[in-house]
């Protein structure tokens, strides 16, 4: 039987959320993902998140991320959010909190807006950033407690860096403007930098004002992105620990703004939307 899925999206970066169940027929996830999201020859895609129902009762569902190269993430707060919206459409889910369990830790989504058919709007909870070099992780010469304005040699340039981790790893640079470099070269180059070994997202930040920050994002094993809710997230904090914001802005990316919060226990919190793009069934074979 053909397995069903729903594709949903979070300012345009969009995600095609598969029960686990339905994937039995394939042994690799990653290939799988590979595959569908594929605009081409597949269903096209940011990713994919496989969800399955929790036996551990700190959770009530778990839920696991696939790039479109395959590889597996910790954590995708678009993708995640797309999950939830799965579990509301399909009425597996009622209640106002949600917890999933990520590779990342249990997060929590609670309801907030339930705007139409298939739309929705979540305050989720993405965690504690880390800030040491060794949590990000990012190789330096010596343990950093924080890597703010890192001098990182990318193609025979020094670039000013602040790095962290916010279930994944994250490097942001500060621009005047988006046009005065080549983002998506730097981006592509710094994705895969020698000091990253688990290689990072790259988000691009102008400081519109103490409230409001403007991103471009390079999405580590995706490319360049509309929205990223854990590259906003890192890109929020990033502003914050370097003074340049308060610790409650909006972020405004190509795909639309969000807003975030680093509340003073420590947890960011993004409230975005997930909206319903359209259901399929995946008629090829899931044997790769």
């Keep these: ?35 569908i999201c594929n605009r081409h020859y597949g269903a096209g895609a940011d990713g994919i998140a496989v969800i399955g129902r929790e036996i551990d009762e700190g959770a009530d ?29 399909k009425k597996l889910w009622t209640r106002h909190e949600l917890r999933l369990s990520t590779r990342s830790g ?36 010596r343990p950093l407690e924080r890597v703010i304005d890192y001098p990182l040699a990318v193609d ?12 994944n790893p994250n490097c942001c640079i500060f ?11 730097v981006g592509r180059a710094i994705e895969n930098h020698k000091q990253f070994p688990e290689r990072t997202n790259v988000v691009f930040v102008r400081v519109k004002n103490r409230h409001a920050i403007e991103l471009r994002i ?14 906003s997230c890192a890109a929020a904090v990033a502003s914050m620990i370097n003074g340049k914001t308060e610790r409650s802005i909006e972020v405004l990316m190509p795909g639309g703004q969000a807003r975030i919060q680093w509340r003073e226990d420590g947890e960011v919190i993004i409230n975005a939307p997930a909206e319903l793009v359209y259901a399929g069934d995946w008629l090829a074979s899931l044997q790769t």
């Excluded at 686990?20 to 590979?34: C, M, N, P, V």
């Excluded at 991320?65 to 939830?84: K, M, Q």
């Design 1 to 35: 039987m053909a397995p069903a899925f729903i594709k949903f999206h979070g300012f345009g970066n969009d995600y095609i959320v598969i029960e686990s169940e339905d994937l039995a027929g394939s042994a690799d996830w990653g290939e799988f993902a590979r595959l």
């Design 106 to 141: 249990i997060k929590r989504y609670f309801l907030v807006e339930h705007a139409g058919p298939g739309q929705y709007v979540f305050d989720s909870e993405l965690g504690q950033p880390g800030f040491a070099s060794n949590l990000i992780p990012m190789i330096t010469d």
């Design 61 to 89: 569902f778990w839920v696991r991320i696939f790039n479109p190269d395959g590889s597996e993430a910790a954590l995708s707060g678009n993708g995640t959010r797309c999950a939830a919206a799965y579990v509301h459409y």
């Design 156 to 167: 025979g340039d020094l670039l000013s860096v602040t790095a962290l981790q916010m279930g």
């Design 218 to 231: 390079w999405e580590r094993g995706v490319g360049e992105t509309t929205a990223s809710g854990t590259c």
């Design 175 to 185: 621009v005047d403007a988006f046009e005065a470099l080549d983002w998506r070269s």
